[in-house]
């Protein structure tokens, strides 16, 4: 199922850090037995094989998951109906918002960087990037993924950017004219992301509304101006019983708002036989979530019988946050 793949490739995740750190103190370990040698021809350099055997363990490992993730994939595919590639361009979407251009672009400054013979533990850190990135990357396709899920990655990524920074003015004047070229370029562009990141910062509480959809005021439009009889139905049905009523804590008991979701999509089609008008408050990107069929049903009914009143956007997020209040029957 996608939730055992989920559960493995999570685990491989897990796994890797440690892996990693035992693989990055063999090289250690030589040079430690050079220095007590006294002398750098004491030990013969053996053959080394290109990787150590956590990196081998983890490879088969992800090659194990693989299988079981392609054929959860196809599962879902069939079901859903929907294309797997959508979750993964939903994912690539999103995560430009945290990983942004310039920091990826300073991220691979100091990928150039960690080149160096000395910087062995510093390409695990690329490693860890890689595996996790395409690991999640691949559980797009099973399940609605989005960057939030990928933020554990951000200070891995900044500690690989910042390798691109000189340590000490004497270090850079120490090094090759190319590799100079090199830090320069990541030093500009750690300090772009760090302008960057403020003005991120600045607008998540002012202009993108905490990246959050705007549900009170949604709610709070529906409650003004519905009529006594009319019936309401919400996504995120919650939310709604405490916009309209924030001091009666039992928000569950759908008291003001029928709930709205992949469960139950056929309640506004239904009620319309009891003549009452209704108010539809939704997410439509939510409606990805939806089987194929129930979707198609519900949008078809929202174009050929209702009326969206209001659209109400959240500026400047990568994610479509927008929501929609529609109400039937049509206005005259």
């Known amino acids: 199922s996608a939730l055992g793949c989920a559960k493995t490739a999570l685990l491989t995740v897990l796994a890797w850090p440690p892996a990693a750190w035992l693989a990055a103190r ?26 150590a055997w956590p990196q081998v363990v983890f490879l088969l490992l992800v090659v194990a998951a693989g299988f079981w993730a392609a054929d959860s994939w196809f599962d879902f595919a069939r079901y859903k109906r929907v294309d797997p590639l959508s979750g993964m361009r939903h994912l690539v979407v999103t995560a430009g918002y945290q990983f942004d251009p310039v920091l990826l672009a300073a991220a691979l400054c100091g990928l150039w960087c960690a080149q160096a013979p000395s910087a062995q533990r510093h390409r695990q850190v690329a490693w860890v990037i890689a595996v996790a990135g395409l690991s999640a990357l691949a559980l797009a396709g099973l399940a609605r993924v989005g960057a939030q899920y990928l933020f554990a990655l951000l200070p891995w990524v900044c500690a690989l950017a910042s390798l691109a920074c000189p340590e000490s003015w004497s270090m850079w004047r120490a090094s090759r004219p190319k ?79 029928t709930r709205l979701d992949s469960f139950s999509p056929s309640g506004p089609m239904l009620a319309m036989r009891r003549a009452r008008t209704l108010w539809m408050v939704m997410q439509p990107a939510d409606l990805a979530t939806w089987n194929f069929a129930d979707r198609e049903k519900f949008e078809e009914f929202l174009g050929s019988e209702c009326e969206r009143v209001q659209r109400l956007e959240v500026p400047g997020t990568p994610r479509d946050l927008a929501l929609e209040v529609w109400r039937w029957p049509r206005s005259p």
């Open 26 to 51: 063999k090289p250690a370990a030589d040079q430690a037995d050079r220095n007590r040698s006294g002398s750098s021809h004491a030990l013969r350099a053996a053959p080394r094989w290109p990787f």
């Open 179 to 257: 590799d100079r070229r090199v830090s320069l370029i990541g030093a500009c562009l750690c300090a772009l992301a760090l302008l960057h990141g403020a003005w991120l910062s600045w607008g998540y509480f002012h202009l993108r509304h905490g990246d959050r959809p705007r549900w009170k005021e949604a709610y709070q439009f529906v409650r003004n101006a519905r009529g006594s009889g009319d019936w309401v139905f919400g996504m995120h049905a919650p939310v709604g019983e405490y916009y309209f009523d924030p001091s009666d804590p039992k928000v569950r008991l759908q008291q003001h708002v």
